[in-house]
């Protein structure tokens, strides 16, 4: 596993990091405690979460997936101190109007419930799920920056962000002398590149910002059970998919990364999750898995080195054009 340095800070982070959304909602704890114990075993120190993770499920409350890693926190044969967690904060927790958005006493409250149910005295990363528009930045930067002085938070970054937000937000810090988003948590992948590429990542180069996508598979597109005139799979997803990535233009990737997969003796998620690391702005890509085998598999994605001319290859396929 490699471990690349996040953003501008002096922390190191395996290259996959991993994606617990299922946990509580597809993956039970019993499995997602075999998961997160395997990823270890594979070199992956970093663990994604979020605090509204997964309220969507029936009869899930919210904090369901940050409980699950405090179980195993409790149980597993890792030390704290070399693990990296990263949670969030943003989403509505309750039917209680102040129970959501990134106001001091929201942010406040949530980050204790979160240490709670994660059963740690700190959080290595506290990302701001997506912008408040009803929150002056201030307010919400000055919280965070309380939180990271009283050392129940090591760094801070935000996800979901447009560029002219988020460069805002680094003014505000600038100005006010606040902490500042060391992260973005974008959506990035093969065939939803633009989104990133045309203002954001130029952005997280200059300011030296981390970048750590989401979705590196498309929401499993891009694993190659979706293909050119067959039947869509049985899947929650699928519905979803074929609306945003079954066209001309989705096909061509999966193709493409098929070919170059064969040349590695890899597999399509593999090569997928290769391209994303190959950018030169991402620190690390962030993964779900349902299965101890599932992670075995994807993550090899990040031992995988493109050529050059492969890398060219998988962008002109899915290449996009400015307005």
């Known amino acids: 596993m490699e471990y690349r340095r996040l953003g501008r800070t002096g922390l190191k982070v395996s290259t996959v990091c991993l994606g617990t959304m299922q946990f509580g909602w597809s993956t039970g704890e019993e499995n997602a405690h075999r998961i997160m114990s395997e990823a270890i075993d594979l070199g992956c120190n970093f663990f994604d979460t979020a ?19 405090g179980n195993w926190l409790q149980k597993a044969d890792v030390r704290r101190e070399d693990l990296i967690i990263a949670t969030k904060v943003r989403g ?12 001091r006493h929201h942010i406040m409250n949530a980050v204790e419930n979160s240490l709670r149910r994660l059963q740690t005295d700190y959080i290595d990363l506290y990302q701001v799920h997506s912008y408040d528009e009803e929150t002056p930045l201030e307010e919400t930067l000055r919280a965070l920056d309380d939180l990271v002085r009283m050392g129940k938070v090591r760094y801070v970054g935000a996800s979901n962000y447009p560029a002219w937000r988020l460069a805002k937000a680094l003014w505000v810090s600038d100005v006010h002398d606040l902490v500042r988003y060391e992260t973005l948590q974008p959506h990035y992948n093969l065939v939803h590149r633009a989104e ?3 203002e954001l990542q130029p952005l997280c180069l200059d300011q030296e910002i981390g970048a ?7 929401a499993g597109f891009l694993t190659g059970k979706y293909r050119r005139d067959q039947a869509l799979p049985e899947s929650e997803r699928a519905g979803g998919i074929q609306r945003r990535y079954m066209n001309d233009r989705g096909f061509d ?3 493409k990364l098929e070919t170059v997969a064969e040349a590695h003796g890899a597999t399509i998620p593999q090569t997928a999750i290769a391209w994303v690391l190959a950018n030169p702005a991402v620190d690390a890509a962030i993964i779900g898995a349902n299965s101890v085998e599932q992670l075995k598999d994807t993550i090899k994605g990040a031992e995988m080195v493109l050529s050059e001319a492969e890398k060219e290859a998988l962008d002109e396929a899915t290449a996009w054009q400015e307005d």
């Not at 605090?51 to 890693?69: L, M």
């Not at 927790?93 to 106001?103: I, R």
């Not at 750590?212 to 498309?218: E, G, W």
Request: glycine letters at 6%.
């Open 196 to 198: 990133f590429e045309r």
């Open 253 to 255: 990737a999966v193709e």
């Open 51 to 69: 605090d509204v993770y997964s309220r969507w499920a029936d009869n899930n409350p919210g904090g369901v997936a940050e409980q699950i890693i």
């Open 92 to 103: 509505q927790m309750s039917d209680a109007v102040t129970d959501q958005g990134l106001s």
């Open 212 to 218: 750590i996508p989401y979705s590196p598979l498309a």
